[in-house]
């Protein structure tokens, strides 16, 4: 099973460990490179694409802006569509919650589609402690899991394997859970891809429950929505009896017409494809036909207070595309284990923080996953502006670190304002310029300050303030103005 990230070290020292991983540096230059030149091709072929981004970013907003009503909506339209309900404030409450369903059906496995918030509580490690399988059926987190990996990139799971690797998996692996591979298995991958599909068919086939996130929930008819690429969805969404879906409470739209904006962005900016192979959506039961037992977790587990934040909250825009991940410097050199969460990347680094805290020795670090270059923003297909958010969290460390006590420059600035909202404060402070500039004479610079100013003056040239101030001089020429 596939671990999770708790007690990972800071970003930087795991960042270290990583870069030392030639093979995998390589293998994400090569991807991230690929889907990088498709993206572009397929963006630039739309000469509405900022107004596409605008409107994606306006839409979620005004979710954003509205969370309480939209949320209650969606369970209104989910419930007369025959679906059940379930509210969970944290990941415990939510495995809690899926767990207890499972085993009210007496299933001992189930299936899964990808589904990042099911990794963002830990579902299938909450599963096994309960003696329930969970098979993962994305074809990247298949290889995630029999490797008992961890996912580095949110698109494509397994990017720091290459095929080679991928050939030792499935030959060690696959057999001791199912249906192992065909003798004489190469690392061609269509090969790969056909001992998955048969791997996986024998799953799909018995499984009765499955388990899916949604990428959209539409609050008008309580419609989810699953965009995926491989039919493996397809399969979890309709085969079994029951199914249960985990859905962060940010996934919600207002109405299926807003669909057609991320529909467009989507898969431009996950997979550079003008439309993606498999849009799955379902609306409660329908009598004969799918599963006949809908369960729905609405899942906060941090995003009400990234919602708080005024600032922050412009995070829970994310479509979950990657197209950030794919244009980072950073990520592109060090990977995704090194963000100790399954959100790497850009996104990992202003949204880990906020949906778990700043307590960690990893969420502190992680807004220093950055050099600023803003590409990730200049890409992000819902406009959040995710250096603005880097700085805005790097401030929310270094305030808790300090325990609330006011930093020099604070100190400073209040002061400044203070003298400079009163005109006589102002004339009085000059004076003491003009002072201080006869006292250091002919010197160009200040120099060094005393005691803590001195972190201030050792890294900046000061000049001197001049012997005689502007005012000063007006007066002695033309006469008091007042
Ligand atoms: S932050 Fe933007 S670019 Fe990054 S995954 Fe989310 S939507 Fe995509």
Known sequence: MSGTFIGMPKFQTAAKE??????????LQHATGTIRRKRAGVVDELNNWDELRQAGAAIKDNVLSHLDTYLVQLEESLTQAGATVHWAADAEEANRIVTSLVRATGAEEVVKVKSMATQEIGLNEALEVAGINAWETDLAELIVQLGHDKPSHILVPAIHRNRAEIREIFLREMGQVGTPPPTGLTSNPRELAEAARVHLREKFLRAKVAISGANFAIAETGT???????????????????????????????????????????????????????????????????????????LDNGRTDALADQVGRQALRCIRCSACLNVCPVYQRVGGHAYGSVYPGPIGAILNPQLRGTTSDVDQSLPYASSLCGACGDVCPV??????????????????????????????????????????????????????????????????LPGPLSAWSDARDAPTPPAESFRSWWKREKGDPR
């Not at 990583?18 to 293998?27: D, E, I, T, W």
Request: proline content about 5%; hydrophobic content about 35%.
């Open 18 to 27: 990583a870069l030392g991983n030639s093979q995998q540096r390589r293998n």
């Open 224 to 298: 989810l929505v699953v965009v995926e690429s491989e039919g493996n969805g397809r399969m979890c969404l309709t085969l079994p009896e029951t199914l249960i879906s985990v859905v962060g409470i940010e996934k919600v739209l207002p109405t299926l017409e807003d669909l057609e904006v991320f529909m467009q962005l989507l898969p431009r900016s996950s997979t550079g494809e003008r439309m993606n192979p498999y849009t799955s959506t379902w609306t409660g039961i329908t009598p004969g036909d799918g599963p006949q037992d809908v369960h729905v977790v609405l």
């Open 383 to 448: 406009n959040i502006e995710i250096p603005e958010l880097l700085v805005h969290l790097r401030t929310r460390v270094v305030d808790e670190h300090r325990g609330g006590i006011p930093s020099g420059e604070q100190i400073a600035m209040k002061g400044a304002a203070w003298m400079f909202s009163d005109h006589r404060r102002w004339e009085k402070a000059q004076k003491g310029a003009e002072l201080s500039g006869r006292a250091l004479g002919k010197k160009d610079t200040i120099g060094r």
